[in-house]
C-alpha cells in the first residue's frame, strides 16, 4: 500500500453547510468506485494536504474509514480548490480492485540535461507532459522520468515509443506521438521587418501622390 494511510469518517453534513466544517479545518469528500455507490466522507484538513503532497493522484492510499473494519485502497480522484486562495475544497477518492487494471494519466518528468542545449539558441520544446497507461492498481508509477543526455543534436527529439517502462505497464498514448524536442530558438529580426514596413509606405505614397 506503499505506506501512505488516511483516516476519514462518515458525514452527514451535505450541500452549502459544509462551508461551516471547512472553517473547523475539515475538508468535505467523497468516496466513488466501480459498482460503489458515493458515499459522502470528511477529513482533516492537515492530514489531507500532507497526503496529496505525497500522492498526487496516481498513489495508491489506505483510506481508514471510521467503523469500517478494512481500509479502502483509493486513488485521489479530483482535487477542488479555492481560484483565489488556493484552499482545499473538496476531494474525491476512487475506491480501486486489487485485481482489475485501471487506466490513469501520469505525469512526465525530464531529468538529466540534453548537451544540445549547451549551445545558444536551442531551446527545449515539451509536446507532451503524461502518458495514458494501464495496469494494476499497485503497479501504477507515480511519475515517468525521461532521460534528456541522449539528445546531443538540435532537431533531436525523444517519442512515447522510446520510454521504456516495466512490462506490467501498458502504455495507452500513440508511440509516435513526440514528448520533448531541441529545436532552434526563431529569433524576430526586427530590422528587417522595420525595413519592409518603410517600404510599404514608401511605395503606397508613390501611388498616392
Known amino acids: 500500500m506503499n505506506g501512505l494511510a488516511l483516516s476519514a469518517s462518515k458525514r452527514d453534513v451535505l450541500g452549502k453547510k459544509t462551508r461551516f466544517l471547512r472553517r473547523q479545518g475539515i475538508t468535505p469528500t467523497h468516496l466513488f468506485g466501480h459498482g460503489l455507490e458515493s ?5 482533516d484538513t492537515a492530514g489531507l494536504q500532507r497526503i496529496i503532497a505525497q500522492a498526487g493522484t496516481t498513489r495508491l492510499i489506505a483510506l481508514e474509514i471510521e ?10 480522484r479530483e482535487i477542488q480548490r479555492d481560484v483565489c486562495t488556493g484552499a482545499l475544497l473538496h476531494i474525491d477518492f476512487y475506491q480501486v480492485r486489487k485485481r482489475e ?23 527545449l520544446t515539451h509536446s507532451l507532459t503524461s502518458l495514458s497507461v494501464e495496469c494494476l492498481p499497485d503497479k501504477l508509477p507515480p511519475q515517468i522520468e525521461i532521460d534528456l543526455s ?7 527529439a525523444i517519442y512515447v515509443r522510446d520510454i521504456v517502462l516495466s512490462p ?15 529545436s532552434e530558438a526563431r529569433v524576430e529580426r526586427v530590422e528587417e521587418v522595420v525595413e519592409e514596413v518603410v517600404v510599404a509606405e514608401e511605395k503606397a505614397e508613390e501611388k498616392t501622390g
Do not use: H, N, Y
Open 39 to 43: 458515499v459522502p466522507l470528511q477529513c
Open 67 to 76: 467503523g469500517d473494519k478494512q481500509p479502502r485502497s483509493v486513488f485521489i
Open 101 to 123: 487494471r485501471i487506466k490513469a494519466e501520469v505525469p512526465i518528468v525530464p531529468i538529466g540535461e540534453a548537451p544540445a542545449l549547451k549551445e545558444k539558441g536551442r531551446i
Open 150 to 156: 541522449p539528445l546531443e543534436e538540435a532537431g533531436q
Open 168 to 182: 506490467d505497464v501498458t502504455v495507452i498514448t500513440d508511440p509516435d506521438q513526440m514528448v520533448v524536442k531541441v
